[in-house]
């Protein structure tokens, strides 16, 4: 049984997941930061480590595992161990393990474990949605002085030609005031008519609807409408598939209709404190067939795609 996978799962929602009688992988919140030379940003993170020497079984990747292949607690158990024991054999041969997602384990030369992080997977899910990116250096030319070095290179003379030829100068710059206060003057009427138009709009509407609520209820005969039976669920659905998040809503509807006509059940499921509109598969009750669920677009459709849990709805 690959455990990584389940091991994964669970450096989403906690600091610490223990390997019984193997170690314990601990994540430690990285803040957001700028490579100094590089000029890369890195979006806040879980630094992932770990320590061989916290072995003892807490019982939550176990009861984990059990859950998710439905298997009894003793099962479950056993497959850890078995999988513990693979590891060990190939770290005494030598060799590295390699754990997907997660990293990389080996031996050093004093018969320590070595563990080296992936940095492609960032378990901090409040970063979803964020990316590293290389923004190029800012380059600013000092024009003061290469103004100042053009006035040194050719000094202005006062002669009757010169006067004259200012005297043209003076009456172009009048002309080009006059024509940018009357583009100006224009802008400023087109814009007070475009507020004015929408005020208008604005009132019409309101007399629009006073008269539609006056024909409603005071109406001598009211209409009879349909009987409509609402089907309330007894759980919300608070955990979400999240198969991406956009800065413009545009775009999230349009991931939206793309993964409907696909056949999934795909809604947006509101925006994060980063402003970012986030889309999803399909949303679920319970946490196991979520899970379940995200093991599957994953192999199927998306390996970017990641478990959202509403907090709000508890």
């Given amino acids: 049984m690959r455990i990584e996978k389940y091991i994964g799962d669970l450096l989403y929602r906690y600091q610490c997941v223990t390997i019984p009688e193997f170690g314990s992988f601990l994540t430690r919140y990285q803040p957001a930061r700028i490579h100094e030379t590089t000029d890369a940003f ?16 807490d019982g939550l990747l176990t009861k984990y595992v059990a859950e998710v292949c439905e298997k009894t607690y003793e099962e479950a158990s056993a497959e850890i161990k078995k999988t513990v024991a693979s ?5 005494e041969k030598e060799e ?15 018969k320590r474990i070595v563990f080296q992080p992936s940095y492609q997977t960032n378990f901090l899910t409040s970063s979803f ?13 000092e024009l003061k002085k290469e103004v100042q070095k053009l006035e040194e290179k050719a000094p202005i003379s006062i002669t009757p030609e010169a006067r004259s030829s200012r005297s043209y100068l003076k009456y172009a710059a009048i002309a080009l005031l006059a024509i940018s206060a ?15 138009m929408e005020l208008a709009r604005q009132e019409a509407q309101e007399e629009l ?3 539609i609520q006056q024909a409603t209820f005071f109406d001598d005969s009211p ?11 007894k759980k919300e659905r608070k955990y979400h598939i999240v198969a991406g998040a956009y800065r413009v809503e545009a775009n ?28 999803a598969f399909a949303s679920f009750a319970e946490v196991n067939e979520a899970l379940a669920y995200l093991r599957k677009i994953k192999k199927e459709e998306s390996k970017e795609a990641w478990l959202l849990v509403d907090k709000k709805q508890d």
């Fill in 182 to 196: 009357g583009t100006l003057g224009y802008r400023f009427t087109e814009q007070n008519m475009a507020e004015r």
């Fill in 252 to 279: 999230a509807d349009k991931r939206v209709s793309q993964l409907l006509n696909k056949g999934y059940d795909a809604h947006k499921v509101g925006v994060n404190k980063f402003g970012l509109h986030q889309v």
């Fill in 129 to 141: 949605g964020l990316s590293t990116f290389v923004s190029p250096g800012i380059t600013r030319e």
């Fill in 42 to 57: 890195y979006p806040p993170s879980k630094e992932l480590s770990f320590n061989s020497q916290l072995t003892s079984d």
């Fill in 223 to 233: 209409l009879e409408l349909p009987a409509v039976t609402l089907k309330l669920s």
């Fill in 96 to 110: 590295t393990v390699k754990l997907d997602k997660i990293g990389e384990l080996a031996l050093n030369d004093s």
């Fill in 209 to 211: 609807e006073k008269n």
């Fill in 87 to 91: 590891w060990k054999e190939s770290l």
